[in-house]
């Protein structure tokens, strides 16, 4: 995977922040990725190319349980979210869509706004194309990476009920 | 060596004589609960892969709470759509209009959180019904559809903190004082992860309802989910709600514990949590004067019968300030009939407030009171973030019902205590 990356260095961005509530009487992936990041950047959508990814800080999508965050940055074009940490259902919400969530301790400082990135999830790695720097992230765990390769919890489960 | 109760409930329902916190766990879930926004796109997920019934009509509870009652056309289809499924599927258990209520509030009043039950819902503040002793958890709609298909769902084992709260907890000052300082105190990524179990004399001390107000917040500070060793208080709570057999789990002695933190709160003062992270609690003190817009009474977190009284005793022959909205939103049906019984609702109409039906409504700025740009509110909920309530421009500062009532009438943040 390469793409550009987008920076927000604050820790904590939250769920609310990625969808507003006001967006979410509407399910459709499409719709939603209109939104997206609006009430923090109103100029995201303007930034983001397809496959491009964003890195942020700590705890990132904390809050609100609501899945509509990682659909609505996958359908921005968002191909992967690193963060210094990830809050704990937003993570199980990108596993569970084969989305990655890549958590990589000091990315938010060390990557550039605009950098160029190329990431080896199997490597656990990021190369930074830009800053020709290689940074080493924790693999995901294996179920994470079954999962992903699976295309996510809904079809691993598919199969096992067959 | 011994275990903790999260760790008893989620080895019985994975078939497990014992497990260790990092185990990777299919656990069976007792009961999963269905709210207006998750659900949706649970069912689209169901019908997409071909998944034609749901493993169990009768652990599923739906219980359309956030838009209710619908606020636009997309959330009516939305409610619609979700009817014509649980026809089809055989779900009795539907709390639709007439009987509805925030989903958390509703759960444990009509009976289904007994302790030592796995709990889901496609909602974080899940976490609510550890306060019975169960494990409960809240999750997104791809893991709300593959447990509605199959009963189980995955969990890391997550490992615990142990919060001893003792000390006397001073007049003014309340069980949603308590968590936010805690949230406070550790940060809102302070418990990631990780059960937060609370215990000592004053959980001991409190009721059934302020137990549910401190676990709700347990997602506030990250935690996967926050949880209360059952004792006599919560078997009555349970006994007097349902007949359903159920077995009482409680940590042992020697379990083990990630973390221990000691809380006394004899000199705990009132707390307001600052914008716009839960996490920025200050002593109220330090809040009195700003001037406010709007009031909300309401929410998961303190919208109980318990928290009207508290508010009504405040407001009893008194006025809400001139330019200061307020906003009452009982959690339940029940709640609403109860505090209309007890004259509660009088009460806050005859003070210039208006009651709502119950809703989520604005607590998440559905509808039913956003806020507009440079308005601020004080509320009983519990998320301050960026445009919780409204507009990206406003602003919420959480505080106990006593607080919201107090800065109600004094059209700026107030210290309870002095109208107490
Ligand atoms: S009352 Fe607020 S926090 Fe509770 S479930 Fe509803 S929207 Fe969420």
């Known amino acids: 995977m390469e793409g550009n990356a987008h920076v927000y260095q604050n820790n904590h961005i939250n769920t609310d922040e990625i969808i507003p509530a006001r967006y979410l009487n509407c399910d459709q992936e499409a719709e939603l990725a209109g939104h997206a990041m609006e009430?923090?950047?109103?100029?995201?959508?303007?930034?983001?190319?397809?496959?491009?990814?964003?890195?942020s800080g700590d705890d990132f999508g904390c809050g609100s349980s609501r899945e509509h965050a990682v659909w609505a940055l996958r359908g921005a074009g968002i191909r992967a979210v690193i963060?210094?940490?990830?809050?704990?259902?937003?993570?199980?919400?990108?596993?569970?869509?084969?989305?990655?969530?890549?958590?990589?301790?000091?990315?938010?400082?060390?990557i550039r706004d605009g950098d160029r990135l190329e990431i080896d999830?199997?490597?656990?790695?990021?190369?930074?194309?830009?800053?020709?720097?290689?940074?080493?992230?924790?693999?995901?765990?294996?179920?994470?990476?079954e999962m992903i390769a699976a295309g996510g919890l809904m079809a691993q489960i598919k199969k096992e009920l067959k | 060596m011994g275990a903790t109760i999260t760790e008893k409930i989620l080895a019985v329902h994975s078939a497990r004589e014992k497990v260790t916190p990092g185990d990777l766990v299919n656990c069976e879930i007792d009961t999963i609960m269905c709210h207006d926004v998750t659900t949706t796109p649970a069912i689209d997920m169901l019908e997409k892969y071909g998944i034609k019934d749901?493993?169990?009509?009768?652990?599923?509870?739906i219980m359309p709470d956030h838009f209710v009652p619908n606020k636009d056309i997309k959330s009516a289809e939305m409610v619609a759509k979700i009817r014509r499924w649980a026809k089809a599927q055989n779900i009795r258990q539907f709390f639709d209009l007439g009987r509805h209520g925030v989903c958390h509030a509703l759960l444990p009043e009509q009976g289904f959180v007994t302790p030592g039950k796995t709990i889901i819902c496609g909602d974080s503040h899940t976490c609510t019904h550890g306060a019975l002793g169960a494990f409960s958890t809240g999750v997104g709609s791809t893991d709300l559809a593959a447990t509605l298909a199959t009963g189980k769902l995955w969990f890391?084992?997550?490992?615990?903190?142990?919060?001893?709260?003792?000390?006397h907890l001073p007049e003014g000052v309340y069980a949603k004082d308590i968590i936010l300082q805690i949230i406070g105190q550790i940060g809102v990524d302070g418990a990631l992860y990780k059960a937060m179990e609370f215990c000592g004399e004053v959980i001991d001390e409190l009721s059934v309802e302020g137990r549910m107000t401190i676990c709700n917040m347990a997602i506030e500070?990250?935690?996967?989910?926050g949880v209360i060793n059952p004792d006599a208080k919560t078997l009555e709570y349970v006994r007097t709600r349902t007949d359903t057999k159920f077995t009482v789990y409680r940590s042992d002695a020697d379990a083990q514990y990630a973390q221990t933190f000691e809380i006394n709160v004899s000199?705990?003062?009132?707390?307001?949590?600052?914008?716009?992270?839960p996490g920025n609690v200050k002593p109220v003190r330090l809040a009195a004067g700003i001037p406010v817009d709007q009031a909300y009474l309401g929410s998961c977190t303190n919208g109980r019968i318990e928290d009207l009284r508290v508010a009504a005793q405040i407001l009893k022959g008194r006025v809400v300030a001139v330019g200061t909205r307020m906003i009452v939103v009982p959690a339940t049906t029940e709640i609403w009939k109860q505090a209309n019984r007890e004259g509660l609702l009088d009460i806050f109409m005859a003070a210039g407030a208006t009651v709502s039906t119950p809703t989520c409504g604005a607590c998440l700025g559905g509808h039913?009171?956003?806020?507009?740009?440079?308005?601020?509110?004080?509320?009983?909920?519990?998320?301050?973030?960026?445009?919780?309530?409204g507009s990206p421009k406003s602003e919420v500062y959480l505080a106990s019902p006593a607080t919201v009532a107090a800065s109600a009438m004094a059209g700026k943040i107030a210290d309870p205590r002095q109208y107490l």
């Not at chain 2, 000199?267 to 992270?277: G, K, S, Y």
């Open chain 1, 39 to 55: 009430d923090i950047d109103v100029d995201f959508l303007k930034k983001v190319k397809t496959g491009d990814f964003i890195v």
């Open chain 2, 221 to 225: 500070a990250g935690g996967k989910s």
């Open chain 2, 54 to 61: 749901v493993c169990d009509p009768e652990r599923i509870v």
């Open chain 2, 368 to 389: 039913m009171g956003i806020l507009a740009a440079g308005e601020r509110c004080i509320s009983s909920t519990n998320r301050n973030f960026v445009g919780r309530m």
């Open chain 2, 267 to 277: 000199d705990l003062e009132p707390v307001v949590a600052f914008p716009h992270l």
């Open chain 2, 156 to 167: 890391k084992v997550p490992e615990s903190q142990r919060f001893i709260v003792s000390g």
């Open chain 1, 121 to 145: 999830l199997a490597a656990g790695q990021i190369v930074n194309l830009s800053q020709n720097q290689t940074v080493q992230f924790r693999p995901l765990p294996d179920f994470a990476r």
């Open chain 1, 83 to 110: 963060a210094n940490s990830f809050a704990r259902i937003f993570y199980r919400n990108c596993i569970n869509n084969g989305f990655p969530a890549i958590e990589c301790p000091g990315a938010a400082q060390a």
